[in-house]
């Protein structure tokens, strides 16, 4: 049944992995170097900006929207598997650990950046990167009722 609360719990999750895809993970305003110049980093690319916005230097980072879009995906796919709520499980705690993966990745490259440029503060992250957390607490819930829905058909199949 597609009417259950884990499937909306699923949807919001396509839907934060589809905001982190589409918006800015982490900014970093004030460098080391005194130059003004700032770092963006979205789910494809991370920016230099100087001051006055032009862009300085430009590096992918791919890796950050294909786990952003495989996680999405595997959401998408844990929802049609409402027959089998075993696997759809088993979906969702795979999920939870691509999306760990993302957050570990995310934060392992603002890392590397604050390191190579010698930043004083270690800049802010942003909307993108947050609703990943967000994400991961959907689905979490969305498992917890699968559990639920699993242990109340166990129980009536126990009746009968």
């Not at 992995?17 to 770092?39: A, E, K, P």
């Not at 294909?66 to 409402?82: D, E, P, R």
């Amino acid at each position: 049944m597609i009417q259950r609360v884990q499937t909306i719990f699923l949807f919001l999750v396509v839907i934060c992995m589809g905001v982190t895809i589409g918006s800015t993970l982490w900014i970093q305003s004030q460098t080391g170097s005194g130059t003004g110049d700032s770092w963006e980093l979205t789910a494809f690319v991370l920016n230099n900006v100087d001051s006055s916005g032009e862009v300085i230097q430009s590096s992918s980072k791919w890796y950050i929207a294909t786990l952003a879009s495989f996680a999405g995906l595997l959401a998408l796919i844990s929802i049609f598997q409402y027959k089998n709520r075993t696997r759809q499980m088993m979906f969702n705690m795979i999920n939870s650990l691509i999306m760990v993966g993302l957050v570990v990745a995310v934060f392992l490259t603002t890392n590397g950046i604050n390191s190579a440029i010698n930043a004083v503060e270690s800049g802010s992250y942003q909307l993108g990167f947050w609703v990943i957390l967000a994400a991961m607490v959907l689905n979490m819930l969305a498992n917890r009722f699968i559990r639920k829905d699993e242990a109340l058909v166990r129980s009536v199949d126990r009746i009968r």
